[in-house]
């Protein structure tokens, strides 16, 4: 399978612990990004890759988050002293494409749960 | 701060009934995607509309985009009980370092036999 692949696909910690996801795009594509999506609601922006820049960083996100994308292929997203408010599944997804924002292909997301 | 808004917010039908949800930006958008999610599956793609006014139809889906670009809506026609799922729109909004595409808050749809 080509797709999007993250891992782990759950991870149940205590509150105070540090996590790590990873994310595995499609190989040609040059865009990568992390949403947060909570029950009943949409996905949530969180930071946005174009190859090794990371272009952008949602406002809501703590210091706590932060996001790599080292060679411009995987990324990694960590996650320090959680807090149970960060209990959600992390969506990543990646695109082709220059100008502008094409068809993004998720990934089948890692669920946190902090207890 | 952008927002896109989806109404309603929950919609039950019965099987063979039309569906539509409705969605709206704050600001006028370059280009408007839709997205359907499975229960418990990840958001996959539908479609992209991308001129004032232009009209794309997959099947029994129809999709709009409106003349001042800034809102869209889905339209099922006979649904069926393979449509279950929660439909988002999304919107494109260019920042500082690029796009950032923004979801709605997404429209759940059950079918009931």
């Known amino acids: 399978d080509t797709g999007v692949s993250q891992n782990p696909r759950h991870k149940i910690t205590k509150r105070g612990q540090n996590v790590t996801f990873r994310c595995d795009p499609i190989s040609e594509h040059n865009r990568l990004y992390w949403y947060r999506q909570t029950l009943g609601q949409g996905p949530e922006f969180l930071t946005y890759?174009?190859?090794?820049?990371?272009?952008?960083k949602s406002r809501l996100l703590s210091d706590r988050f932060s996001a790599e994308r080292p060679k411009g292929s995987f990324s990694t997203l960590e996650i320090q002293r959680t807090e149970q408010g960060d209990s959600a599944m992390y969506l990543c997804?990646?695109?082709?494409?220059?100008?502008?924002?094409?068809?993004?292909?998720f990934g089948e997301g890692s669920r946190l749960t902090v207890l | 701060g952008q927002q896109v808004m989806q109404i309603p917010q929950y919609q039950h039908v019965q099987e063979g009934e039309d569906f539509t949800t409705y969605c709206n930006s704050s600001?006028?958008?370059?280009?408007i995607q839709w997205y359907k999610q499975r229960p418990g599956g990840h958001p996959v793609f539908l479609i992209q509309?991308?001129?004032?006014?232009e009209v794309k139809k997959q099947k029994r889906l129809t999709f709009q985009f409106g003349e001042a670009k800034k809102n869209s809506s889905l339209h099922i026609t006979a649904t069926q009980t393979t449509d279950v799922g929660t439909y988002f729109c999304a919107g494109p909004f260019v920042t500082g370092g690029g796009n950032k595409l923004t979801f709605g808050t997404g429209t759940q749809l059950k079918v009931e036999l």
């Open positions: 600001t006028t958008l370059s280009n």
């Open positions: 997804a990646s695109s082709s494409g220059t100008q502008n924002t094409g068809e993004l292909f």
């Open positions: 890759f174009q190859n090794e820049a990371q272009l952008e």
């Open positions: 509309l991308v001129k004032s006014g």
